[in-house]
């Protein structure tokens, strides 16, 4: 699904990411977790293209990202942030449907379709579709936001610490459902997360970075088991405390 190539990335002079070299396979649920300034929303955002690297490829589904058009790229990824970020002008039905309808030319029925399909797998009631982002509890706004990312059924989804703003209970629900969601759709998801327990539980491999350098990538038990670097092992001290 996402290859990266000899990827190099800085800012101002300062090297962020160092020969990044990864391939992430379809279905795959991959949790990134490393250390604040590690690269892993940079490594993020040049998958869709809203930061573009140095030096390097990136390919998804075989294709070079560099020669394809980013607008149209875009519309067939799926992006959730923290915080939701929904156009508060727009109902909820309108945010959810935004990309659908500029996917389906028009077509009410199936944009409808897709709309009340995501709010039922998120739980969120029809009967919010009328109501505006500030009437919802931060919950359901994060419900929105990933509702809306997948509205358009595309075979990937990046998340950048989407469940960092909302309380415990919330955040467990919420876990829940896009690992129900992952199994059910076999969407291919890019989830960044500061949280191991997190990385641990939701991700079918976890890519573990610091100082833009990959210090371990495969499924969870495995790191657990074998962790490679002194950095990973100390990740994992802490989980176990």
């Known amino acids: 699904m996402i290859l990266f190539k000899n990827i190099k990335k800085g800012y101002e002079n300062q090297s962020i990411i160092k020969d990044f070299n990864l391939m992430i396979q379809a279905e795959e649920f991959v949790t990134v977790i490393g250390s604040s300034g590690s690269g892993k929303t940079t490594i993020l955002k040049m998958i869709n293209g809203l930061i573009k690297p140095d030096e390097g490829e990136i390919f998804i589904e075989g294709k070079n990202i560099a020669n394809e058009n980013l607008i149209h790229l875009r519309r067939n990824i799926g992006y959730a942030i923290q915080g939701s970020i929904l156009f508060p002008h727009l109902t909820i039905e309108r945010n959810i449907s935004y990309v659908p309808r500029l996917l389906n030319n028009g077509h009410k029925e ?127 001290a802490n989980y176990k405390k």
């Open 110 to 236: 199936k944009t409808k379709q897709a709309v009340i399909k995501w709010m039922r797998m998120l739980g969120l009631d029809e009967q919010l579709l009328r109501r505006y982002p500030h009437e919802l509890s931060g919950g359901q706004q994060q419900r929105v936001g990933i509702a809306r990312s997948l509205a358009s059924s595309p075979k990937l989804l990046l998340m950048d610490e989407p469940f960092g703003a909302v309380d415990e209970i919330t955040r467990s629900h919420l876990q829940a459902e896009i690992k129900g969601i992952h199994e059910q759709s076999k969407i291919t998801i890019v989830f960044v997360t500061h949280d191991i327990s997190e990385a641990l539980k939701l991700g079918t491999k976890v890519l573990v970075m610091d100082k833009g350098l990959i210090h371990q990538y495969e499924k969870p038990d495995k790191i657990l088991a074998n962790p490679k670097t002194a950095f990973v092992q100390q990740l994992i």
